[in-house]
């Protein structure tokens, strides 16, 4: 019975891996890359892990095998958002069926500053600027 469920883990783990590939070639631009890769690549190594913490049925395997998962988990997402944020602020192009670029109007390619929208508004962390005042003759 153990071996059904590791080879189903082995199994889907590639599956994902092989996902993840065929994204990354068939894909469009950068950013489509980047979310096949990371979210079929995180969930081929999270299955991976799981059949070999299943095989070895060992505590420090399982330890070992979940905290490369948690691992996987936290690093996976803020790897994906840098290397987006990275390409989009280099320049690379878009896929032309894109339909919405939300950073456009807040990006300023000349001083490569991103703004919120938000920085004026009574919500904004930021104080807004003082108004200059004056001078007195």
Same mark, same amino acid.
């Given at each position: 019975?153990?071996?059904?469920? %590791?080879?189903?883990?082995?199994?889907? &783990? @590639? /599956? +994902?891996?092989?996902? *993840?590939?065929?994204?990354?070639?068939?894909?469009?631009?950068?950013?489509?890359?980047?979310?096949? /890769?990371?979210? @079929?690549?995180?969930?081929? *190594?999270?299955?991976?892990? &799981?059949?070999? @913490?299943?095989? =070895? *049925?060992?505590?420090? %395997?399982?330890?070992?095998? =979940?905290?490369?998962? %948690?691992?996987?988990?936290?690093?996976? !997402?803020?790897?994906?958002? %840098?290397?987006?944020? @990275?390409?989009? +602020?280099?320049?690379?192009?878009?896929?032309? &069926?894109?339909?919405?670029?939300?950073?456009?109007?807040?990006?300023?390619?000349?001083?490569?500053?991103?703004?919120?929208?938000?920085?004026?508004? !009574?919500?904004?962390?930021?104080?807004?600027?003082?108004?200059?005042? !004056?001078?007195? !003759?």
């Amino acid at each position: 019975m153990t071996e059904i469920l %590791v080879s189903a883990f082995l199994l889907a &783990g @590639a /599956s +994902f891996m092989l996902l *993840a590939a065929v994204g990354i070639v068939r894909l469009p631009d950068l950013p489509t890359r980047m979310h096949a /890769s990371t979210k @079929a690549g995180a969930m081929g *190594a999270m299955f991976t892990m &799981g059949g070999v @913490a299943f095989f =070895f *049925a060992d505590s420090v %395997v399982f330890a070992r095998a =979940f905290a490369i998962v %948690v691992f996987i988990l936290i690093t996976s !997402p803020i790897a994906a958002h %840098v290397i987006g944020r @990275a390409g989009y +602020f280099t320049g690379t192009t878009l896929w032309d &069926g894109t339909v919405k670029d939300e950073l456009r109007e807040n990006y300023d390619s000349d001083t490569h500053k991103l703004s919120s929208g938000y920085e004026g508004s !009574p919500e904004s962390v930021t104080p807004p600027p003082e108004p200059e005042s !004056p001078e007195d !003759p």
